[in-house]
């Protein structure tokens, strides 16, 4: 049977990682800069996390969400310690289009309102209306363009204010790093305007956390570089280290129901496991203040490159813009340099999404490793 033929692939075949690097079939060694996709948080195959996943799956792997599981309450309490997220609750899924699906849906349950607004080169994922507030037609469905959603500038607070004036909207979602658009941010002025906007028209503001979230962009959450207090917090990639896990995280005002929301697998114990390990690592390992280190280390060795014409960012969210096309770039450097990094709607942005714990060697190694292969780019063009 053949596979539905969505993604085009790039000829490398993982077989095995370890801390920040992946091997192929061959055994030849990639230095991992891209995480696939900002997921490794804590490293390939981590020793905290191999070891509880391998107990738990042992143990049990899964029961419904109809009994008790501790290890919801375990991982709740880990997280509010860490993000100091203080009385928010903690609601389980599998992925980050579902944690935004779940998301808007309790926006619109709570208000009683239906209609979104979301912001031009933003992604929330691919199902219903989490694809419908993403910024790409080219995934938007007939299905899916019956959901009311308005798509607004980043940064236009007076079109977020006329919108929300209207007063049938239920959620304002943002990235406050965009991922897949290419790492622009709106300005701190935008972002509390927002929040005060929807704290005025009774709406909620909902942080897309699951790409810049989980510690990636320095502080626990990145919208806690403002002062902004979101309803609902959408959480995926990095929390499970590759473990499919996503969760929203809900301000203590909103209500929960019994029924309200639900799923079959989202949380089961070893998601939580797994989820946990990852929590446990950034806090033993002291992730964060890594990653402001090596955030800080990463854009002072980018100034050096000349080729370089923008540093977008923030932490280890991190983008590098040309004033080319950077696919041949990116094929350069995983075919002949053995480095995966990652595109962006923007196609002149290289986008840097590396495990939290990346050493200091491993940048040397890649900006030794681009210069040449920007070299042999432009010999080629
Ligand atoms: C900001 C953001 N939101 C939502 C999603 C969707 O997550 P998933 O692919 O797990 O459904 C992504 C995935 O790239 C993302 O970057």
Redesign the pocket.
């Known amino acids: 049977m053949p596979l539905f033929d969505v993604y085009p692939l790039y000829d490398v075949t993982p077989v095995s990682g370890k801390g920040i690097h992946v091997y192929d079939d061959q055994g030849t060694e990639y230095l991992d800069l891209y995480g696939g996709?900002?997921v490794i948080s804590i490293g390939h195959a981590h020793p905290n996390y191999v070891k509880a996943v391998t107990t738990q799956v042992e143990t049990l792997g899964f029961y419904s969400n109809a009994i008790q599981n501790p290890l919801q309450k375990e991982l709740a309490n880990k997280l509010e310690a860490l993000s100091g997220c203080k009385d928010y609750q903690l609601f389980l899924v599998n992925?980050?289009?579902?944690?935004?699906e779940n998301a808007l849906k309790l926006a619109s349950f709570k208000t009683g309102k239906k209609r979104v607004v979301a912001f031009k080169k933003g992604?929330?994922?691919?199902t219903s209306a989490?694809v419908a507030a993403t910024d790409n037609q080219n995934i938007v469905a007939p299905i899916n363009a019956q959901q009311e959603v308005t798509i607004l500038e980043l940064n236009d607070v007076e079109g977020v204010k006329r919108e929300l004036e209207k007063g049938d909207v239920c959620a304002v979602i943002v990235?406050f790093i965009q991922?897949?658009g290419g790492l622009d941010q709106g300005t701190a002025e935008f972002f509390e305007q927002v929040d005060a906007l929807c704290k005025a028209n009774n709406a909620m503001f909902v942080a897309?956390e699951?790409?810049?979230g989980y510690a990636r962009s320095g502080k626990f959450f990145a919208f806690q570089h403002y002062n902004v207090t979101p309803d609902i917090i959408?959480l995926?990639?990095g929390m499970g280290n590759g473990f499919p896990i996503?969760g929203i995280l809900i301000h203590p005002d909103i209500e929960a129901k019994y029924g309200m929301l639900g799923t079959t697998f989202g949380g089961n114990h070893l998601a939580c496991a797994a989820g946990l390990a990852v929590l446990n690592t950034i806090e033993s390992e002291n992730l964060l203040a890594n990653v402001n280190e090596m955030g800080a280390y990463f854009m002072e060795k980018a100034k050096e490159i000349p080729q370089i014409k923008e540093i977008k960012g923030r932490g280890l969210m991190l983008g590098l813009e040309f004033d080319f096309e950077v696919g041949d770039l990116r094929k350069e450097l995983i075919y002949n340099y053995k480095i995966f990094t990652g595109g962006a709607a923007n196609k002149k942005l290289l986008r840097i999404l590396p495990p939290l714990n990346i050493e200091k060697a491993h940048l040397d190694q890649f900006f030794e490793l681009l210069k040449v292969a920007l070299k042999e780019v432009e010999i080629k063009a």
């Open positions: 996709h900002a992925s980050g289009a579902e944690a935004n992604f929330h994922g691919r989490a990235e991922g897949i897309d699951i790409q810049c959408s995926a990639k996503g």
